[in-house]
C-alpha cells in the first residue's frame, strides 16, 4: 500500500506559478505511476498529468499542456507539480494519485489517492 501526502496548494494571481508536492511512501510495482488530478467546484474529478516511475515517460491534459510540468525527486520518493502561467479555471483541489501503471492511471483505475491541496487563481 501507498500512502501519498500532498503539499504545496494556495492562493495566487492569474499568470502567476505554484509548485505542489506529493510525498509517497510505501511499497510499489515496477511499472508503478503517479501523477494528478483535480476537481474545480461542481464539477466531475478530471485528469492532469501522469508520471512513470521506472521509465520516466510523462503525460499531460491539453489544458495544461506548456504550462505544467510534472517531475520527481527519486531520493526523496517526492513528485512535482510545477504550475506556470495559472489561469482562473486551473482553481479546484487537486489530488496525487497512484496507480499499478499508466495505463490504469490514464483509465482512472487509482489505487491510493492523497486527500488534496486547495489552488486558488484569482483574476
Known amino acids: 500500500q501507498v500512502q501519498l501526502v500532498e503539499s504545496g496548494g494556495g492562493a495566487v494571481q492569474a499568470g502567476g506559478s505554484l509548485r505542489l508536492s506529493c510525498a509517497a511512501s510505501?511499497?510499489?510495482?515496477?511499472?508503478?505511476?503517479m501523477g494528478w488530478f483535480r476537481q474545480a467546484p461542481g464539477k466531475e474529478r478530471e485528469f492532469v498529468a501522469a508520471f512513470t516511475w521506472n521509465i520516466g515517460s510523462t503525460h499531460y491534459a491539453d489544458s495544461v499542456k506548456g504550462r505544467f510540468t510534472i517531475s520527481k525527486d527519486n531520493a526523496k520518493n517526492t513528485l512535482y507539480l510545477t504550475m506556470d502561467s495559472l489561469k482562473p479555471e486551473d482553481t479546484a483541489v487537486y489530488y496525487c494519485a497512484a496507480a499499478n501503471s499508466i495505463s490504469l492511471f490514464l483509465a482512472y483505475g487509482i489505487n491510493n489517492w492523497g486527500k488534496g491541496t486547495l489552488v486558488t487563481v484569482s483574476s
Open positions: 510505501g511499497r510499489t510495482s515496477s511499472d508503478y505511476a
